[in-house]
């Protein structure tokens, strides 16, 4: 058995383009050319796949977060869903195929423990993540905001919070905010208590509001 080495400083396709090149000294300077590999674009945010094509990362990936927090106090007394303000956020999906997880986390307090309060998620101008089915005069809502005991007096407040995927199929900027009412003539209080008394024994308290792009 006999062995061999072949010992170049340049290796070069018939067309004249440099493959593989050495410093003389044993290190490779030029190396092969990701042309050479596979076919597409290869950067830092592509890979190459077994079939030797250049691909972007798989779904799953989340590609950007935006989140608003809310930390002053808002109140309404409307009869229907209102904008709870300062709880909104724009996101602007890289393609028509993303998901987008929307959050939100609140604190609340009403003003009379009868009360019954409900949440919804607002895509633009269309309600998402919310009770469908033989709603009758029932309110469809993404989650409650109702009264527990004693919340409607005193220095008490609750939390509740919502979760929904999201499918846009738009690659312009989105519009996500939290809409928010109670019954009758009730007062639905975020990021305070019921009395608000200004003493050691009333807290004041933050809401939040967050999407994440996730690509599939």
């Given at each position: 058995?006999?062995?061999?080495?072949?010992?170049?400083?340049?290796?070069?396709?018939?067309?004249?383009?440099?493959?593989?090149?050495?410093?003389?000294?044993?290190?490779?300077?030029?190396?092969?050319?990701?042309?050479?590999?596979?076919?597409?674009?290869?950067?830092?945010?592509?890979?190459?796949?077994?079939?030797?094509?250049?691909?972007?990362?798989?779904?799953?990936?989340?590609?950007?977060?935006?989140?608003?927090?809310?930390?002053t106090?808002?109140?309404?007394?409307a009869?229907?869903?209102?904008?709870?303000?300062?709880?909104?956020?724009?996101?602007?999906?890289?393609?028509?195929?993303?998901?987008?997880?929307?959050?939100?986390?609140?604190?609340?307090?009403?003003?009379?423990?009868?009360?019954?309060?409900?949440?919804?998620?607002?895509?633009?101008?269309?309600?998402?993540?919310?009770?469908?089915?033989?709603?009758?005069?029932?309110?469809?809502?993404?989650?409650?905001?109702?009264?527990?005991?004693?919340?409607?007096?005193?220095?008490?407040?609750?939390v509740?919070?919502?979760?929904?995927?999201?499918?846009?199929?738009s690659?312009s900027?989105?519009?996500?905010?939290?809409?928010?009412?109670?019954?009758?003539?009730?007062?639905?209080?975020?990021?305070?208590?019921?009395?608000?008394?200004?003493?050691?024994?009333?807290?004041?308290?933050?809401?939040?509001?967050?999407?994440?792009?996730?690509?599939?």
């Amino acid at each position: 058995t006999m062995s061999s080495t072949i010992q170049v400083d340049k290796i070069q396709d018939q067309g004249g383009n440099t493959i593989v090149e050495s410093n003389g000294s044993g290190v490779a300077t030029t190396r092969i050319p990701t042309t050479y590999l596979g076919s597409g674009t290869a950067s830092s945010s592509t890979f190459l796949r077994g079939d030797q094509t250049y691909a972007a990362a798989g779904g799953g990936k989340i590609n950007q977060v935006v989140s608003t927090t809310l930390t002053t106090t808002f109140s309404t007394s409307a009869s229907n869903f209102t904008d709870i303000t300062g709880l909104s956020l724009n996101i602007t999906p890289v393609a028509t195929s993303s998901k987008i997880l929307i959050s939100t986390y609140l604190s609340y307090a009403e003003n009379d423990g009868n009360f019954k309060g409900w949440g919804r998620f607002m895509r633009d101008s269309t309600a998402i993540g919310i009770g469908t089915g033989s709603m009758g005069s029932r309110i469809p809502a993404s989650f409650p905001l109702n009264a527990s005991y004693n919340l409607g007096t005193g220095d008490h407040v609750a939390v509740s919070s919502g979760i929904f995927l999201d499918s846009p199929s738009s690659s312009s900027q989105v519009t996500y905010k939290i809409q928010g009412y109670g019954t009758g003539a009730y007062t639905l209080f975020i990021n305070r208590t019921g009395d608000d008394d200004d003493d050691a024994n009333t807290g004041r308290f933050a809401s939040t509001i967050t999407a994440m792009e996730i690509l599939v």
